[in-house]
């Protein structure tokens, strides 16, 4: 990949002043979606003196769409993608893991140890220096173990060897107290060994896991006595002495962080053993990383961060965390301006495991997570594991509503309008229509130049999952509904055209959701052949009952429209959905949705007519009187009130069935 810098130069010949326009091609290769933009863009400036820094703000933008394409070119849509990337984040993770004993080790190596030479052959004297009296000799030979076991191909032989395991695992028990640079070297050198699955069992058999964390949990009372007597030291220093006293303190807690870290990496390498976790958690690793987060070592945050994911997939921990206030904590994580792309990750992706959880997702909203993510939703780094976090809250309906106040909404309607046709993010999908069933986001997501965009989307797309957006936006009662109607006739042709169920379900619930005021049905029925089609579709096992409903749910708002009931009592309909509710008996929605559209063809004459008069519906309503549906009883007898109403031969029957029913009652109460 490269950046492109258009510039116009001047040159001087013969006196004469010609200006010459070039290009100078930036590359950089090293972009991905794990690079710190804002770095990359102010290294690129540094380097070509063609652009000013105050121009730094357009280099950002060009290098994010840069990254975006890579990611759309590899197919992951918006780009921090789906599963792939998660597992590029964790290749990272792994290939970063395998280079800390390199970092480790060029950081910590003596000035003395410079040009000195390990060899295997020499492994007896080594483990005779652990036994010296001077504790700089036990380090010095921790340190050159080190060196060996930095090569996989020594593990092996040392794995076998009982006298080295035993020696080391001694002194580690006995010595652990007295020099953190000793027990650092020990801790590493099971790092190395713990870092391959097959070492596990000889590192589990020496329990270096027990011994790791009664590590851990001293150090962490150290660090809390230290904290304590630095609050009284605040008070009896002087300036000068208080300055130097952080200075040391400074010094002790970036050792402690170090040996913290390998630590805990320790643990979570061996905590691929389930059993093995599940120990830990009884021994409280769970509170220890927690803890964790209070600390400024960006790596041992990411460590702990990545350790608590792991253990988030397991509802005891998880619990555990929501008592802990662990999704705070993190919010507050990723609020901090250092925070490194690795770390933000996985605090997102933790987040995204805990969301599962009712209570958590509402702390994550009293924290004002949504803000956060739809800033996130900004970095394409991070935009797929951000709008997974927003559909999780988003499905709850108490929580919609807090969308209205952010700028999320309008983002992403122009998102999605913004996508590719053929490669729309799902997850984006699903928190759209989520969020459209909120009469307040509806407003705002419909608003403006956004609506035409939808629709023509719509059909340039056929997307059912779209549509099922626009039905929620179209269920509301408000200025968005009738702007809809104006697209009616366009999505009646549609949905004679489509081929999809799902589709066709998507369109006509949109159609079902508009009110006679919205649109002219007569006119859309007439003008759209519609009746031939729905009657085509009502023919038995002609289609599926999600699609029968629907159908049914338009009918029954069509003839709220007078002019239809013409149109219907004329056609076959009435008696197919006389026979349909037949047909369907046991399906409770498509009975109690036919019965309430009957109710609506007693109020006109001409339905009215073919209903009484060329069906036995009459007979049937009483029939569901005893329906075990309160629902479907209570239409039932708002509909034969109706018919009582409108035919007195019909009415002395009704009644005197009704008091049967109620006697029945009576007389069982």
């Given at each position: 990949m490269?950046?492109l810098v258009h510039?116009?130069?001047e040159?001087?010949?013969?006196?004469?002043?010609?200006?010459?326009?070039s290009?100078k091609?930036i590359?950089?290769n090293?972009?991905?979606v794990?690079s710190?933009?804002q770095e990359?863009?102010?290294?690129v400036?540094?380097?070509?003196?063609?652009i000013?820094?105050?121009?730094?703000?357009l280099?950002v933008?060009?290098?994010?769409t840069l990254v975006?394409r890579?990611?759309q070119?590899?197919?992951g849509g918006f780009?921090?993608g789906?599963?792939?990337?998660f597992?590029?984040w964790?290749?990272?993770?792994?290939e970063a893991?395998?280079?800390e004993?390199?970092?480790?080790?060029?950081?910590s190596r003596p000035?003395?140890?410079?040009?000195?030479v390990?060899?295997?052959?020499?492994?007896?004297?080594?483990?005779e220096?652990l036994?010296?009296?001077a504790m700089?000799?036990?380090?010095?030979?921790?340190f050159?173990i080190?060196?060996?076991?930095r090569?996989p191909?020594?593990l092996?032989i040392?794995a076998?060897n009982?006298?080295?395991l035993?020696a080391?695992t001694?002194?580690?028990?006995e010595?652990?107290r007295?020099s953190?640079?000793l027990?650092?070297n020990?801790?590493?050198?099971?790092?190395a060994?713990s870092?391959?699955s097959?070492?596990?069992?000889v590192?589990?058999t020496y329990?270096?896991?027990?011994m790791v964390?009664k590590?851990?949990?001293?150090?962490i009372?150290?660090?809390?006595?230290?904290?304590?007597?630095?609050e009284?030291?605040?008070?009896?220093?002087?300036?000068?002495?208080l300055?130097?006293?952080?200075r040391?303190?400074?010094i002790t807690?970036?050792k402690?962080?170090k040996?913290?870290?390998?630590?805990?990496h320790v643990?979570l390498?061996l905590?691929?053993?389930i059993g093995?976790?599940?120990?830990m958690?009884k021994?409280?690793v769970t509170q220890i990383l927690v803890r964790?987060l209070?600390?400024k070592?960006?790596?041992?945050l990411?460590?702990?961060?990545t350790?608590?994911?792991?253990l988030?997939i397991?509802?005891e921990?998880k619990?555990?965390?929501?008592?802990s206030?662990?999704a705070?904590?993190v919010?507050?994580?990723l609020a901090?301006k250092?925070i490194n792309?690795?770390?933000?990750m996985?605090g997102l992706r933790l987040?995204?495991?805990?969301?599962f959880?009712?209570?958590?997702?509402?702390?994550l909203v009293k924290?004002q997570?949504?803000g956060?993510?739809?800033?996130l939703?900004?970095?394409?780094v991070f935009?797929?594991?951000?709008?997974?976090?927003l559909?999780q809250?988003s499905?709850d309906?108490?929580?919609?509503?807090?969308?209205?106040?952010?700028d999320?909404?309008?983002?992403?309607v122009?998102?999605?309008l913004s996508?590719?046709?053929?490669n729309?993010?799902k997850?984006l999908?699903?928190?759209?229509?989520?969020l459209?069933a909120n009469?307040?986001?509806a407003e705002?997501?419909g608003a403006?130049?956004?609506?035409?965009?939808?629709i023509?989307?719509?059909f340039?797309?056929?997307d059912?999952?779209?549509c099922k957006?626009?039905?929620?936006?179209s269920q509301?009662d408000?200025?968005?509904?009738p702007?809809?109607?104006?697209?009616a006739?366009?999505?009646?042709v549609?949905a004679?055209?489509s081929?999809?169920?799902d589709?066709?379900?998507?369109?006509?619930?949109?159609?079902?959701n508009m009110?006679q005021?919205?649109?002219p049905f007569a006119?859309?029925?007439?003008?759209?052949?519609?009746?031939?089609?729905l009657q085509?579709?009502?023919l038995?096992?002609?289609?599926e009952d999600d699609i029968v409903?629907?159908i049914?749910?338009f009918?029954?708002t069509?003839?709220?429209?007078?002019?239809?009931?013409?149109?219907f009592?004329?056609s076959?309909l009435?008696?197919?959905?006389?026979?349909?509710?037949a047909d369907?008996?046991?399906d409770?929605e498509?009975v109690?949705?036919?019965t309430?559209?009957f109710?609506r063809?007693?109020?006109h004459a001409?339905?009215?007519d073919?209903l009484l008069n060329h069906?036995q519906?009459?007979?049937?309503f009483?029939?569901l009187?005893?329906d075990?549906?309160?629902?479907i009883r209570?239409m039932a007898?708002?509909?034969l009130?109706l018919?009582?109403?409108f035919?007195?031969e019909?009415?002395?029957q009704?009644?005197?069935?009704?008091?049967?029913?109620?006697?029945?009652?009576w007389?069982q109460?």
């Amino acid at each position: 990949m490269a950046i492109l810098v258009h510039y116009e130069s001047e040159e001087v010949i013969d006196g004469r002043v010609e200006k010459k326009k070039s290009v100078k091609k930036i590359r950089v290769n090293s972009l991905s979606v794990t690079s710190n933009i804002q770095e990359v863009a102010e290294d690129v400036v540094d380097k070509c003196k063609l652009i000013s820094k105050s121009r730094i703000h357009l280099v950002v933008e060009v290098l994010e769409t840069l990254v975006q394409r890579q990611q759309q070119v590899n197919g992951g849509g918006f780009g921090g993608g789906g599963e792939d990337d998660f597992r590029m984040w964790d290749d990272q993770w792994q290939e970063a893991r395998r280079g800390e004993m390199d970092r480790f080790m060029g950081e910590s190596r003596p000035a003395a140890m410079d040009g000195v030479v390990t060899s295997l052959d020499k492994l007896e004297t080594y483990l005779e220096m652990l036994y010296e009296e001077a504790m700089e000799d036990k380090i010095k030979g921790t340190f050159m173990i080190l060196q060996l076991v930095r090569d996989p191909d020594n593990l092996e032989i040392l794995a076998a060897n009982e006298q080295f395991l035993g020696a080391l695992t001694r002194i580690f028990r006995e010595e652990a107290r007295k020099s953190m640079d000793l027990v650092i070297n020990i801790v590493y050198i099971f790092f190395a060994f713990s870092n391959f699955s097959s070492f596990h069992e000889v590192i589990t058999t020496y329990k270096v896991g027990d011994m790791v964390l009664k590590v851990v949990e001293l150090e962490i009372k150290r660090d809390q006595i230290r904290k304590e007597e630095m609050e009284k030291k605040k008070k009896e220093l002087s300036p000068e002495e208080l300055e130097k006293e952080n200075r040391r303190h400074k010094i002790t807690e970036k050792k402690q962080d170090k040996l913290l870290y390998v630590c805990l990496h320790v643990l979570l390498n061996l905590a691929e053993d389930i059993g093995v976790e599940r120990k830990m958690k009884k021994r409280g690793v769970t509170q220890i990383l927690v803890r964790m987060l209070h600390r400024k070592s960006p790596e041992l945050l990411l460590l702990s961060v990545t350790f608590l994911k792991k253990l988030s997939i397991f509802q005891e921990n998880k619990d555990e965390m929501r008592e802990s206030n662990v999704a705070t904590q993190v919010l507050k994580l990723l609020a901090q301006k250092d925070i490194n792309d690795a770390t933000c990750m996985a605090g997102l992706r933790l987040l995204l495991n805990l969301s599962f959880d009712l209570e958590i997702r509402s702390q994550l909203v009293k924290e004002q997570a949504i803000g956060k993510m739809v800033e996130l939703l900004k970095k394409p780094v991070f935009r797929q594991v951000a709008l997974k976090l927003l559909y999780q809250i988003s499905i709850d309906d108490k929580h919609k509503s807090m969308f209205t106040y952010t700028d999320s909404l309008p983002l992403l309607v122009n998102m999605l309008l913004s996508s590719p046709e053929n490669n729309t993010d799902k997850t984006l999908l699903a928190l759209a229509i989520n969020l459209a069933a909120n009469a307040r986001n509806a407003e705002v997501m419909g608003a403006g130049d956004l609506l035409p965009g939808l629709i023509t989307r719509l059909f340039h797309t056929k997307d059912p999952l779209l549509c099922k957006m626009m039905r929620n936006l179209s269920q509301h009662d408000g200025p968005l509904r009738p702007r809809l109607a104006e697209y009616a006739a366009d999505l009646a042709v549609l949905a004679r055209q489509s081929e999809s169920p799902d589709l066709l379900v998507e369109l006509l619930g949109i159609l079902g959701n508009m009110t006679q005021g919205d649109l002219p049905f007569a006119q859309i029925l007439i003008d759209c052949d519609m009746l031939a089609f729905l009657q085509h579709l009502l023919l038995p096992g002609a289609s599926e009952d999600d699609i029968v409903l629907e159908i049914v749910i338009f009918i029954g708002t069509c003839v709220s429209d007078s002019r239809c009931s013409s149109i219907f009592a004329s056609s076959p309909l009435v008696t197919q959905l006389y026979e349909l509710m037949a047909d369907k008996q046991e399906d409770d929605e498509i009975v109690l949705q036919i019965t309430y559209t009957f109710f609506r063809f007693l109020q006109h004459a001409a339905t009215r007519d073919v209903l009484l008069n060329h069906t036995q519906v009459v007979s049937y309503f009483v029939d569901l009187l005893y329906d075990k549906n309160k629902e479907i009883r209570k239409m039932a007898d708002q509909t034969l009130d109706l018919v009582i109403e409108f035919d007195p031969e019909w009415a002395q029957q009704i009644r005197l069935r009704k008091f049967q029913i109620y006697n029945a009652e009576w007389l069982q109460a």
